[in-house]
């Protein structure tokens, strides 16, 4: 049973360009949590999608940064416009169950985004 | 709400020695626990988990947590420190409602030979 995938594993982009980055959960997964891990700061959740549904989006800025998990393929983080401060280690976790439950989430080996 | 702090961001022990990393957690209703371990430049690492079964857990690696309700508590330990055992730690709490995971900032374990 293949575990969490992200692609890519680094990502550099420019300035104002676009990042998008891509999670495969775990077979039978269809829960999905982000998070961001910022230099010198811990680990900070993002979203948390089902198929088609955003359940929490109460990590996510405000402004460019949007997420998306459809009913067929990965979960997608996407984030316009990039700027440096977006640099940053963006994980993805799978589980097999959400809510108020003792499922634990399975991580990926992350997306290391630099903005130049 | 519900939160964890860890206290320390940086622990060195010598091989062989006990490893102690200290978690407090916040929550309004039972909790349920866990400690990651993160290697440079991976992803996170389960070591062990609390979910009420039992308040001494043992994990993988040779690592145990005791989740103690008094001191609202739930410290990682070790009892023989290996070099293989320097990462970073991080002690969570799952949110009871989305059951996202709150994250302590982290603590960096050195070990020295």
């Known amino acids: 049973n293949a575990g969490v995938m992200q692609n890519p594993r680094h990502l550099v982009r420019r300035r104002g360009q676009e990042a998008r980055l891509r999670c495969s959960p775990m077979k039978g997964h269809s829960h999905v949590y982000w998070y961001r891990q910022l230099p010198e700061e811990g680990l900070k959740f993002m979203v948390y999608?089902?198929?088609?549904?955003?359940?929490?989006e109460s990590g996510m800025p405000k402004e460019r940064f949007s997420a998306e998990f459809p009913k067929e393929g990965p979960s997608i983080l996407r984030i316009q416009q990039v700027v440096r401060g977006d640099s940053a280690a963006y994980f993805c976790?799978?589980?097999?169950?959400?809510?108020?439950?003792?499922?634990?989430?399975?991580f990926g080996p992350g997306t290391r985004l630099t903005v130049t | 709400a519900q939160s964890v702090t860890q206290l320390g961001s940086h622990v060195s022990v010598s091989e062989g020695a006990l490893v102690l990393l200290r978690c407090n957690y916040s929550s309004s209703v039972p909790p349920y626990l866990f400690w990651y371990v993160q290697y440079p430049n991976q992803g996170l690492q389960l070591l062990l988990k609390?979910?009420?079964?039992?308040?001494l857990v043992k994990g993988i690696n040779g690592f145990e947590a005791e989740f103690k309700k008094s001191e609202t508590s739930f410290h990682l330990t070790k009892p023989s420190a290996h070099m293989s055992d320097a990462a970073e730690y991080f002690c969570?709490?799952?949110?009871?409602?989305?059951?996202?995971?709150?994250f302590g900032q982290g603590t960096t374990l050195q070990v020295k030979p």
């Open positions: 609390y979910t009420s079964a039992a308040t």
């Open positions: 999608l089902q198929k088609e549904n955003i359940i929490d």
């Open positions: 976790a799978s589980s097999p169950g959400g809510g108020g439950h003792s499922y634990e989430q399975y």
């Open positions: 969570a709490v799952r949110d009871s409602n989305t059951g996202k995971l709150i």
